[in-house]
DNA sequence: TAATTGCATTTGGTATACCAAATTTCTGTT
DNA sequence: AACAGAAATTTGGTATACCAAATGCAATTA
């Protein structure tokens, strides 16, 4: 863990602190008080910061603190729109570039996230999802098309953390899953961007949900 | 021009610089030597550095001097992918969300285009190509999509001024460009992808020709 | 001669100092 | 009491100092 560099290491602590709501979004991130408080200087703490900025967790300003994100349904939407694109196409050309060996060790993930559910911490639960949609997207054998869609997932993840809040979403979503995985299994295009469309209109719809009942909450 | 920030002003620089050539593609970024040269401090000029790692034209190597990105085809070929991906989906979302301002100021464009052509420096010309395809990408309505898209747009840049080179080209593009701006006007989502995909995929080839006697003349 | 070891130098990473812009606090006036 | 303006403080931006890792080079040895 020490191995990895600094500002990698700040970034993913205020990541989580971020992702878990303990930094609230608009909240602002003065540099001297969070380098002071993970014994840091403010170089690699600025570093971090530009780190969360160019995943979109943080709104940086000029002249001003950087602040964490506090995204619109709409800017939530975009971005899934965005994540949308890029998956269909990673998709596709999985079920054409993918190895033997990539699908069915892409096939014990999912069964590794099946046994799990329920019985790890849900932040560690989106870790294993995100780490599914990456591993399909990395399977395209394009790395640009890799790294962007891991831009996007993680850009997202708040986001999805926050409008999985419904219990029975979990079952949806591991149903959709194996429908995804099915078409990859197949090596059907088409069925998977299909189940992938299902798939993210249903985040999206979740996503809703969410900031309606926020909404009228107030 | 003074007011934009220090970091952004010396990514500008160097972006030129590095697009132009000045900057070979594998050359060492160091620090110390680019900032004196531009009478900055390091701090600065590092996060120019990172400013221009983000857009893909230079490489980050933890602990060693960066250097001016030198992508192979595959790496290209990978890139426009991904901007094809975006496209197609700015494209048929443009087609639904533009005003009727929006077509007729993006015909103007092009119209202003076609009447530079040849006319003016090379560089400028590609400046006007890149806002052609941003405005569409603007005109989806769906600001991450546009921004995302600008970027990989502005990724691409040298690689296609350095293809352009075959005179015959641009005449083929001007053509391509009609086409696609034909379907827009009349807002035909499937027409205009397929328009896209035809421009890009011309680019692909042309990328591809440029790599193929580029590797022969050595 | 080729390889290797050890030292000197270069260079990125981090900490700190300084500055200017922005914010807050305080104070005096109406 | 409310507002305006100025002083004090906070805070991001920049410059510089220091350190450790990486690199280059030369002397030494097989």
């Given at each position: 863990m020490t191995d990895k560099a600094l500002p990698d290491q700040i970034a993913d602590k205020l990541r989580r602190d971020i992702l878990k709501g303990v930094?609230?979004?608009?909240?602002q991130i003065k540099e001297r008080d969070h380098a002071t408080d993970l014994d840091v200087s403010r170089t690699p703490m600025r570093e971090a910061i530009r780190i969360l900025a160019k995943e979109g967790l943080v709104l940086l300003r000029p002249s001003r603190s950087p602040i964490v994100a506090d995204p619109s349904f709409e800017e939530i939407s975009d971005v899934i729109e965005v994540l949308t694109a890029l998956e269909l196409r990673s998709g596709a050309l999985a079920c054409q570039n993918a190895t033997d060996e990539d699908i069915t060790r892409i096939q014990a993930m999912q069964d590794h996230m099946d046994s799990c559910q329920g019985k790890i911490d849900r932040i560690d639960f989106f870790e294993l999802d995100m780490e599914f949609h990456m591993a399909i997207a990395a399977a395209s054998k394009n790395a640009v098309l890799a790294e962007t869609h891991s831009a996007f997932v993680r850009r997202l993840w708040r986001a999805r953390y926050l409008s999985a809040?419904?219990?029975?979403s979990s079952d949806r979503v591991k149903r959709q899953h194996h429908d995804i995985m099915q078409a990859f299994c197949d090596r059907d295009p088409e069925l998977m961007c299909a189940k992938i469309s299902v798939h993210l209109d249903a985040l999206i719809e979740n996503v809703r949900d969410k900031y309606a009942k926020e909404s009228e909450s107030k």
């Amino acid at each position: 863990m020490t191995d990895k560099a600094l500002p990698d290491q700040i970034a993913d602590k205020l990541r989580r602190d971020i992702l878990k709501g303990v930094l609230a979004p608009g909240q602002q991130i003065k540099e001297r008080d969070h380098a002071t408080d993970l014994d840091v200087s403010r170089t690699p703490m600025r570093e971090a910061i530009r780190i969360l900025a160019k995943e979109g967790l943080v709104l940086l300003r000029p002249s001003r603190s950087p602040i964490v994100a506090d995204p619109s349904f709409e800017e939530i939407s975009d971005v899934i729109e965005v994540l949308t694109a890029l998956e269909l196409r990673s998709g596709a050309l999985a079920c054409q570039n993918a190895t033997d060996e990539d699908i069915t060790r892409i096939q014990a993930m999912q069964d590794h996230m099946d046994s799990c559910q329920g019985k790890i911490d849900r932040i560690d639960f989106f870790e294993l999802d995100m780490e599914f949609h990456m591993a399909i997207a990395a399977a395209s054998k394009n790395a640009v098309l890799a790294e962007t869609h891991s831009a996007f997932v993680r850009r997202l993840w708040r986001a999805r953390y926050l409008s999985a809040s419904r219990k029975d979403s979990s079952d949806r979503v591991k149903r959709q899953h194996h429908d995804i995985m099915q078409a990859f299994c197949d090596r059907d295009p088409e069925l998977m961007c299909a189940k992938i469309s299902v798939h993210l209109d249903a985040l999206i719809e979740n996503v809703r949900d969410k900031y309606a009942k926020e909404s009228e909450s107030k």
